[in-house]
């Protein structure tokens, strides 16, 4: 059983592109959660996906930063017109229904230059 | 809001030897969830040992063991004989039951003397 895929693993993008990262869940799972990590920080939840829906978005950006999950395929988080300030690593975690436990992606570090 | 709070940014400890990594938290729930967190240089996140907090015994996981004190609201790890590759940072997270997102410290970065 394969776990949560993610890529790119490195992503550079310059001032003003537009950057998406993908999260495949591991198989079966249902629940997808992104977090962010800036340098010597911990990680900061974003947003909450199940398929087709956003669950919970309290962590997001108002502005620039989306997020889905389509009923095929990954969970996509994309980033427009980025900025410096969004360089960071990008972790997505999933889970199954009606559990506690969340498995982590490798993440994806974003550079913005 | 849910808090957690790692006081120690930097750890060390001689190889072979015990260490302790402290994590209190704050919340008004009852039925929760902490976890310790591992993140070596290749930044995978590894879970290292998960607590329910409606449970009294404290979790063990081979070298991993956890101080639980609900009424203090602390969650301390314990790591036994150290190793090399157990040099890492070293995140507490907290989550209410059910599926929802996971509140992380700051992280302790451990470093292990040979």
């Known amino acids: 059983n394969a776990g949560v895929m993610q890529n790119p693993r490195h992503l550079v993008r310059r001032r003003g592109q537009e950057a998406r990262l993908r999260c495949s869940p591991m198989?079966?799972?249902?629940?997808v959660y992104w977090y962010r990590q800036l340098p010597e920080e911990g990680l900061k939840f974003m947003v909450y996906?199940?398929?087709?829906?956003?669950?919970?978005e309290s962590g997001m950006p108002k502005e620039r930063f989306s997020a889905e999950f389509p009923k095929e395929g990954p969970s996509i988080l994309r980033i427009q017109q980025v900025v410096r300030g969004d360089s960071a690593a990008y972790f997505c975690?999933?889970?199954?229904?009606?559990?506690?436990?969340?498995?982590f992606g490798p993440g994806t570090r974003l550079t913005v230059t | 809001a849910q808090t957690v709070t790692q006081s120690q940014p930097e750890m060390s400890v001689q190889e072979a030897e015990t260490v302790t990594l402290s994590c209190t938290y704050d919340?008004?729930?009852?039925?929760?969830?902490l976890f310790w967190y591992k993140q070596p240089p290749s930044r995978q996140m590894i879970l290292v040992i998960r607590?329910?907090?409606?449970?009294?015994q404290n979790a063990t996981e081979n070298r991993f063991s956890v101080n639980f004190q609900k009424a203090a609201k602390s969650f301390s790890l314990k790591i036994s004989d150290s190793q090399l590759g157990d040099a890492a940072m070293y995140f507490c997270?907290?989550?209410?039951?059910?599926?929802?997102?996971?509140?992380f410290g700051k992280g302790t970065r451990l470093s292990v003397i040979a």
């Open positions: 997270a907290y989550r209410i039951s059910g599926n929802t997102p996971l509140v």
């Open positions: 975690a999933s889970s199954p229904r009606g559990t506690h436990e969340q498995y």
């Open positions: 198989k079966g799972h249902s629940h």
């Open positions: 607590q329910e907090a409606y449970k009294q």
């Open positions: 919340t008004s729930e009852s039925d929760y969830y």
């Open positions: 996906l199940q398929k087709e829906n956003i669950i919970d």
